[in-house]
């Protein structure tokens, strides 16, 4: 029978604890903040033998993914942490780990990517990261967090995906508060995530194998590269499916979108990590003085739900998307751009908006909030015109 | 096992391993890399101590030996470097221009 | 929805615990079956230099997770701060402001300028630390004078926790001591 208890404590010591009960066999990590307590509070399980992992210091987030490839490859579970310039400096090696089809785990404290040098939180550095062939889950809260990260081993390991999973949470604005969350009891977590059985261990002495082959001119890349697509569109039902398992334990819901107010909202914000909550305290505020607005969340951006948020949006009369990343040059941030692809299959054209917010850790003040659902219902009303790109609250 | 790749031409996306992995090992053998090549080792049998330099050294490991001896060339996997003749003490191996009278290495 | 949010900002200087009382005051909460959220102001801290810290509790899940901007209570656990930090900054109406002063409550809302509304109190948790703790770390004893002045736990509740978490890491003296310093800036918090 599972056993929660209910804690006090900041989203990256939870992440921490996910890992521990999930007990990789290796992890290889370089400390940047705020990601650096999920390590400290990592190494410290380490010392006191309350996890069997081989911890591997190293000089760099280059070195720290090159580490984990080779003991993934070696047919280890393997799991590290990152953020910002960590993670722009893994780039190459992201792409290696997915394309050698390696379930490494790994969490993201979201935050700005320099110049001008900054800590706080925005999605720069993941929506960077977004091309590179891993799934990435992000959460909303540290109890989010903490079920993410362990969700994704299932889903890394799973015959039909074996693909790299990123567990993402806001720098500081989840990773450092303290939150309620409950936590479950290691025998249930275990049991869940399993044994690793890898299919192709370097380090099986009664078969010797290849990884990192060259595959070039003439060889099949290309077809390699489509049996990633192929891999990454099969994890959607591996998302959903390990998802609900994980619900049904823990009494935790989990949606690859994730809906407040839907069911008669005519105006809707499409929303990204904490400030999901954010928007939903707003629209709570908003409908209990009869406006019709809604929240929608993505909790999985890769794959990205198309068929889910559709069906989310459908109805609706506008829709705001909250992006907190940039994209510069293009139509709108990252999170926009999926959106308005998505609705393109809609046979009724949505109006759709782009707010850029919150980028390094500019404060998301409910004022804004209910700046944007009135812009919303201005539009829905048609007294104005969508405004394009918006960047909200900036001076 | 023994990964046959004899059709490797028709495989599909999921057909490779996954990940470009070579599930099998010793299989370069069967990639002829003799083609390359524009001279080829000759050894003076007379002259040849059998210090066996040139099998330490040959990057492709295609000189062949039985018994602590080198017998021949394996010119299925030599591309002709002439590392053996540069590193032979006696100057036992010469280069000698591959020519049409030459069989075809397959 | 969520009337019952409490939202704490804690004003201090690096080093006089102001972070860990925001944690300890959550925890609290927390064993009264709350939610909460507590969360230090992000930044490069340095000793003495001035700093924040948030505590929100609420009978509700707490969806929000942006800066507190309209607190229902500030609490100061340094006097110096008040001419150089605008401490009243956002007080929601009816706020309460706790400082640690030996100022009266009358000269002290003088001095912060605050509406009439607002509930001044002063307790002097510098004078109180060093008579129990034996140093100058008004945290605890402001966590007494919180618990007085807005009744989100009992000065037992306080105690209790307390023992508890500090327990595992210090002596039964160091936990008399705290339990002695909330005790006693329960008992002689002013307010007007």
């Keep these: ?395 | 096992m023994s990964w046959d790749v004899s059709k490797i031409g028709e495989w599909k996306n999921d057909e490779f391993p996954r990940g470009a992995v070579i599930p099998d090992s010793g299989n370069s053998r069967d990639y002829v890399t003799g083609g390359w090549r524009s001279e080829r080792p000759c050894r003076d049998d007379a002259k040849c101590t059998q210090c066996l330099f040139c099998w330490i050294y040959c990057p492709d490991s295609a000189v062949n030996v039985a018994d602590e001896k080198v017998t021949t060339f394996n010119l299925d996997h030599c591309k002709g470097c002439g590392v053996c003749a540069n590193i032979c003490p006696v100057d036992a191996i010469t280069m000698v221009p591959e020519g049409c009278e030459l069989p075809e290495v397959k | 929805m969520q009337q019952q949010l409490t939202e704490i900002r804690w004003h201090a200087r690096a080093g006089q615990g102001a972070v860990t009382a925001a944690k300890l005051v959550a925890e609290t909460a927390l064993e009264l079956d709350r939610y909460i959220q507590a969360m230090p102001e992000y930044g490069p801290e340095r000793m003495g230099a001035p700093i924040q810290a948030f505590t929100r509790i609420s009978e509700d899940p707490i969806e929000i997770h942006n800066n507190i901007e309209h607190p229902s209570v500030v609490v100061v656990l340094d006097e110096s701060l008040l001419p150089i930090v605008d401490v009243t900054s956002g007080l929601a109406p009816g706020g309460v402001i706790i400082v640690n002063t030996c100022s009266a409550p009358a000269v002290l809302r003088s001095v912060l300028g605050v509406a009439d509304d607002a509930v001044v109190a002063s307790v002097d948790a510098s004078t109180i630390s060093q008579d129990t703790l034996k140093r100058d770390m008004p945290n605890t004893p402001m966590i007494g004078a919180l618990a007085k002045l807005t009744g989100i736990f009992t000065l037992e509740q306080v105690s209790d926790h307390l023992a508890k978490t500090f327990g595992k890491k210090f002596s039964q003296e160091v936990i008399d001591a705290n339990v002695a310093a909330v005790t006693r800036a329960y008992e002689e918090v002013q307010a007007s």
């Design chain 1, 1 to 395: 029978m599972p056993k929660q208890k209910t804690i006090a404590a900041t989203g990256n010591v939870l992440v921490a604890e996910a890992m521990r009960q999930c007990a990789p066999d290796m992890m290889a990590a370089y400390p940047i903040t705020p990601q650096t307590t999920i390590v400290e509070e990592f190494a410290k399980f380490v010392a006191n033998g309350r996890v069997h992992t081989e911890y591997v210091t190293v000089e760099s987030e280059h070195s720290a993914m090159s580490a984990c490839i080779g003991a993934s490859a070696a047919g280890a579970r393997v799991m590290t942490a990152t953020s910002s310039q960590g993670l722009a400096y893994m780039w190459e090696e992201l792409h290696i780990a997915s394309g050698m089809r390696l379930p490494i785990v790994m969490a993201n404290a979201n935050r700005a990517l320099s110049a001008p040098i900054n800590i706080h939180c925005d999605h720069s550095d993941i929506m960077g990261a977004r091309d590179t062939g891993w799934v990435i889950l992000f959460a909303e809260t540290a109890q989010e967090a903490y079920d993410n990260t362990i969700m994704s081993v299932r889903i890394a390991e799973h015959p039909d995906v074996l693909l790299p999973v990123m567990t993402t949470l806001d720098g500081f604005i989840t990773t450092h508060s303290i939150d309620r969350a409950e936590v479950m009891d290691d025998e249930t977590v275990s049991a869940f995530v399993g044994q690793y059985v890898p299919e192709n261990a370097l380090l099986d002495p009664e078969r010797n194998v290849t990884h990192g082959a060259f595959a070039g001119l003439g060889g099949p890349y290309f077809e390699f590269k489509h049996s990633q697509r192929l891999a990454i569109e099969r994890s959607r039902d591996v998302v959903k499916s390990v998802g609900a398992e994980w619900s049904e334990i823990s009494g935790r819901p989990f949606g690859m979108v994730e809906t407040f107010g839907m069911e008669d909202a005519e105006v809707a914000i499409v929303v990204i990590g904490s400030t999901a909550g954010n928007a939903r305290h707003v629209a709570r505020g908003l409908r209990a003085q009869g406006m019709k607005v809604g929240v929608v969340k993505v909790r999985c951006f890769r794959p990205f739900p198309y068929a889910e948020l559709v069906q989310a949006l459908s109805g609706v009369k506008a829709v705001a998307v909250l992006d907190r990343a940039e994209s510069f040059g293009a139509e709108g941030g990252p999170l926009y751009l999926e959106v308005r692809s998505a609705l393109y299959d809609l046979a009724t054209r949505i109006p759709a908006v782009d707010y850029i917010y919150g980028l390094g850790g500019s404060d998301v003040k409910t004022e804004l909030i209910e700046r944007v659902f009135n812009d919303l219902a201005d539009i829905a009303a048609g007294t104005a015109e969508p405004a394009g790109l918006v960047y909200l609250g900036a001076r």
